[in-house]
């Protein structure tokens, strides 16, 4: 019996050890894996019971143009906070504070009052405003840097660059499109908080994981894209129209140079303006394209071997009844061959060539050419036009579509159907982003040249090339377009609009427009000038044309591009130029472009801005090579000097201290 007690007391000895021993060991391993696995854990969550996080603006990457220069960049400001527990005399605190921020007495002393130990009292404030608040010396005020969107060219390529909010999240253009890219980690400011979550204290602007976003590259050239803006500016004023939009692209790439709209903006006050004003009309808007569609009607045909460049259209003396309706000629031609219904622009001719080609085929090309679907250009808002389904063509409409009523189009659609003209039959994919890079110089997306597709074989291409020729030359509708030295290859627009309250097209609201591509015969600027509703002429020829002349001619001078021909001196009686023309719209008077004398002498551009020294280029047609940006330091050849005419003439900025 005695046996039998020792025996269970044993066993119950090593049982109750045995759980005293597995106690200790989960307890042991419970304690390692909360004290060391999960210490990070443990420790974040400590911080966020007794810490407040006050996120900060973070730092986005710059945007600049092709050449290097800024057109977007982020820098620091001053924003200011308070400490409400810090703080004694709110009243007179709120009182020396309001008129320096700008805020009601009242609303600025009911934040100071509140029990909490950090409130922002303005963000991003003026430099000027931070020394005022600074110089007060106030307890319980402060000030931490963050960071701040800068656009220091103003509205040149406001458009396309965009603008953002005080987030800073992009709101328009590539700043939006980009926006994942551009925009840098977020900043924080601590404070501290008691065991029942009061703000005890601020802790210090300690920032975290603070860094800034990814810098990018367009394709755009500052300098294009202002002598685009200028000249598009001036065509808009000067004919009082609504708006307008200029574009250049290289034709062989799909690069964009340059994309202006007007009215343009301020991106660093956009609040001040109006949404109208903020479109970027080149992608946003759609519109009849008129008579520049007849390049694409006439290369369809030729392509598809309908037609041949010889061959002859009666264009019935300027009236043709086709599907119950007439179709009406500015001028009665009797006939002309396919090279002259494009020179001459001749409505009845298209409706005809048209009408050989036949729907099926016409709907396939310009399809092709990309109407009626987005290019997908790297900028938000773009629209695909309209084009119907050929299965719903009626009556008139194959002879309408021929002359370019009754589709529409995008700037950008139209520039990159006429680049692929000029570069042989290849139709690119337009773009505006050359590259996006981290500040290291490590390069995180290349794009380069993409061909969709050819859309004409080069034989066509260049057969088409030199029709348009023919439309810059006397006679032709596009004579203002034409630049000294070099042969331009375009077509003149004149388009209907239609009436929103109507539904028909207006009796006087038209769109006026100038396509085309220079040197010719060796294309290096593809150029689309647009001007909307202008009231003192209708036509493309006579509004957009001249337009088209001076951003072609400045664009070359610019990228040092030699003259193929013979220069001559610009006609000094414009005004009766515009008059002859505006009587005779399918027969424009010489254009007129300046030119420097030979032997012209050096100007000193010292301490002078970019624009300034581009102005005295236009005025004086001097082919000057731009190098760097900001106030010019250093000019070759020196002031005073002889200027021959193959002398290499630059000038170099460098920015302003």
Known sequence: MKDTKEKWSRIRIRIVGGAFALFFVVTSARAFYLQIIKQDDWVKLADRQHQKIVPLTPARGTIYDRNGAALAVSIEVDSCFGEPTVIEDVEGTAAKLAPLLGMQREILA????????????????????????????????????????????????AHVVGFTGL???????????????????????????????????LKGAVIKKASKGYNITLTLDKNIQYLAEKELAKAVSQNRGMGGIALVMEPRTGKILAMASYPTFNPNSYHRYSHDMLRNRAVADSFEPGSTMKVFLIASALEAKAVSPTDSFNCEHGSYSIGGRVIHDTHKYGALSVGEVLKYSSNIGAAKIGSRLGPERLAGYLKNFGFG?????????????????????FGVDLATISFGQGISVSAVQLLTAVSAVANGGLLMKPYLVDRI??????????????VRRRVISSRTALQMAKMMESVTTEGGTGLNASVEGYKVAGKTGTAQKVDPVTKCYSANKRTASFLGFVPAEDPRLAILVIVDEPK???????VAAPAFREIALQSLCYLKVPPTGPMKARKENDKEIVKKKQEQPDTVAEGAIDEASAGASMPNFHGKSIRSVLKYMEKNSLNVKIIGSGRAVEQNPPPGSRIGAGDQVWVKFVPSA
């Open 167 to 201: 987030d800073p999240q992009g709101l328009e253009g590539i700043e939006l499109k980009y926006n994942s890219q551009i925009l840098g980690n977020t900043g924080y400011l601590v404070t501290e908080r008691d065991a029942l979550g009061r703000d005890i204290a």
């Open 536 to 542: 003192t002429s209708v036509y493309g020829g006579v």
């Open 437 to 450: 890079f981290d500040d290291s110089g490590r390069i995180v997306q290349q794009n380069s040249p993409q």
């Open 373 to 393: 679907e987005k290019s997908d250009v790297d900028v938000p808002g773009e629209v695909a036009g309209y084009m119907r389904d050929q299965g719903r063509w």
């Open 110 to 157: 009911k934040k100071l009052s509140g029990k909490k130990s950090f409130v922002w009292l303005q963000r991003q404030v003026s430099p000027d405003v931070a020394a005022k608040v600074k110089a007060l010396d106030l307890d319980g005020i402060g000030f931490v840097k963050e960071s701040r969107r800068f656009y220091p060219n103003s509205e040149v390529a």
